[in-house]
Structures are given as structure tokens and as C-alpha cells.
């Protein structure tokens, strides 16, 4: 059973993710599927594969998660963003590059076009490499059926794909010299690295300020993200680079080091293409110990001289 989980977990954890775009929910659906296939070995109920097995219980519990999930989000106050996921600095090029294509934010948002069950057929054929027999057994469709799907939904997909920067290094490059212009509030150094239509996203569900709405263009989002930076200052934030979903990002840290957000940028032509912000509480819990965002922006106010517009 240990070696089991050892072996398998990263991939049911891979799978339940993609699905949902929760890190909690991913959690708690591989917890399951353990539990049953433990349930299962107690009752000796033969099971030939533990991998064809668990599969098929993550990825229905996955289907039935998400079926209500797209009426909670149809629910969800502001823009709805996958709760960001830390990976691996250290992968290789081509462990990186797979990463990057399948578990980016964009990619994540894209997914949200497709039915719960298009969705699951996609994932298994076209990033987990599951055949097309294995899937109608996962699934409970015919296998015909569950390539009619996959074709429709990597047409939609297609469609919407994001492209990111191929060189990991022009990659960190470019974030270092974002970040450090998002830290100095600097607008003309941000005009330089941002796309003409760039577009910047904000999730704060309802619970923290937030932005509404996408935010589109150079001029606007680059003073958008000078006063971002400013206020940051003024909160005695630090920001510190990392690797979110595959992709450049970074944390923001208040004085004791409790995160208040985080912050992804898709990366392409040499630009910088759309920012991506959470920093609703609940996306964020599983990343370390969290700030008080409204208690810093009520003490901030609090030190502000009336006149002082910042």
C-alpha cells in the first residue's frame, strides 16, 4: 500500500488538479481514492492494476467534483483563476516544457471551456498518454465515443492555446527585470517589457480588493502595476521570484514573511502577454502562512496623512 501511494500519487494528484484547478480539492479526491482502493484490499476484492484503478476513481470523483464546481463558480464574485501551484525549479527542459504547456494558469482557464467529461477524455489521451480502451474504461463510455470527444475538445483547445516563451532562461530573464520594475513603481521600465495588448487578471473572490475585471493594454495595466507597486512599498512588502504552474512568478511577503498574493506572467515574443494575481485567501492557504491584507490596507490608511492621494 506505501509503495503504491509512493509510486502513484504524483500522478493522481497530477490528473485531479488538471481537472479541478484546486490544490485542496486534488487533495482530498486522492485521499479518497486511496482510502476505497485500501477499503477494496482489506474486502480481497482482486484488483489486476492499482494504476487502472485509481485512475478511474480520481477521475470520476474529478467529474462529479467539477460538475459542481461550475455552478459555484457560475456564483464567484470577480475573475475566477486556478489556485497557484509551486513547481519544481529544478526540472529539466523537457520535464519543464511539459509542465509549462499543461499546468500553466492559462492553460487551466482554457480547460474551463470544455464539459467536465471532455475534459477528463483530453487530459488522459492528450497529456497523461492513456490510450483510448483505457479511457472508455475510466470514463464508461465506447471507446469511439471517447475519441469524438477528444477531437472536439482539442478543437476548442486549439483555438484558445497559449503560446509561452520556449527558453526558460529568457524566460527568468525577463520576469527579474518585470518584478524589479513592478518593485520600483516603475512605469516607463514596465511600458518596455509589456505586450501592446497585454491584460492583466485579479482573483480575490469577494473576500479581499481585488480587480473585477480584466484590465487590458500597455498604458493602463503598466500604471496599473507602478501603483501596485508603490502601495506595496508602502505595506513594507517584498517581493520574492519563484515558479508558479510552470510558469514565472512571485510571492509578496509582508515584514514576517506572510503572503498576501501572488503573481504569474505568461511570456511570449519576448513580452510579457497577461499578469495574473490571486489573492483570495482560499486559493492561497496551502502555500504558507497568510497576512491580514485588510487589516495591512485599514493600518495603512491609518498612517496616511489625509492629503496624501498615493
Not at 269 to 275: E, F, I, L, T, Y
Request: glycine share 6%; with cysteine.
Amino acid at each position: 500500500m506505501v509503495n503504491v501511494f509512493e509510486e502513484l500519487r504524483p500522478l493522481l494528484f497530477s490528473i485531479a488538479y488538471r481537472m479541478l484547478g484546486s490544490v485542496s480539492e486534488a487533495e482530498d479526491i486522492v485521499q479518497e481514492a486511496f482510502l476505497r482502493f485500501h477499503r477494496a484490499s482489506l474486502e480481497e476484492t482482486e484488483i489486476e492494476s492499482p494504476k487502472a484503478y485509481l485512475s478511474t476513481v480520481v477521475t470520476r470523483l474529478s467529474i462529479d467534483r467539477l460538475r459542481s464546481a461550475r455552478v459555484r463558480r457560475e456564483r464567484y464574485v470577480g475573475q475566477w483563476l486556478p489556485e497557484p501551484l509551486l513547481t519544481d525549479t529544478a526540472a529539466d527542459a523537457s520535464e519543464h516544457a511539459i509542465i509549462a504547456d499543461s499546468l500553466s494558469m492559462a492553460f487551466l482557464v482554457v480547460l474551463e471551456s470544455l464539459s467536465p467529461v471532455e475534459r477528463a477524455v483530453f487530459l488522459l489521451h492528450d497529456v497523461f498518454g492513456y490510450g483510448y480502451d483505457e479511457i472508455a474504461r475510466i470514463i464508461g463510455k465506447s471507446e469511439q465515443n471517447c475519441r469524438q470527444l477528444a477531437v472536439r475538445a482539442r478543437r476548442q483547445i486549439e483555438q484558445r492555446r497559449p503560446r509561452f516563451e520556449t527558453s526558460r532562461t529568457q524566460q527568468e530573464q525577463l520576469a527579474q527585470r518585470f518584478f524589479a520594475a513592478v518593485e520600483q513603481g516603475d512605469t516607463e521600465a514596465l511600458i518596455r517589457l509589456l505586450a501592446d495588448d497585454v491584460v492583466v487578471y485579479g482573483d480575490g473572490g469577494g473576500k479581499v480588493p481585488s480587480w473585477p475585471q480584466p484590465i487590458e493594454g500597455r498604458d493602463r495595466v503598466s500604471r496599473l502595476l507602478a501603483g501596485l507597486g508603490a502601495q506595496a512599498r508602502s505595506l513594507g512588502l517584498r517581493i520574492k521570484m519563484t515558479e508558479l504552474n510552470g510558469q514565472p512568478g512571485a510571492l509578496f511577503l509582508d515584514p514576517e514573511g506572510r503572503l498576501t498574493n501572488v503573481m504569474s506572467l505568461d511570456i511570449a515574443d519576448g513580452m510579457v502577454q497577461a499578469v495574473r494575481s490571486i489573492i483570495n485567501p482560499d486559493k492561497l492557504a496551502h502555500l504558507g502562512p497568510l497576512a491580514d491584507v485588510r487589516g495591512l490596507l485599514q493600518e495603512r490608511r491609518g498612517r496616511t496623512p489625509p492629503d496624501d492621494t498615493a
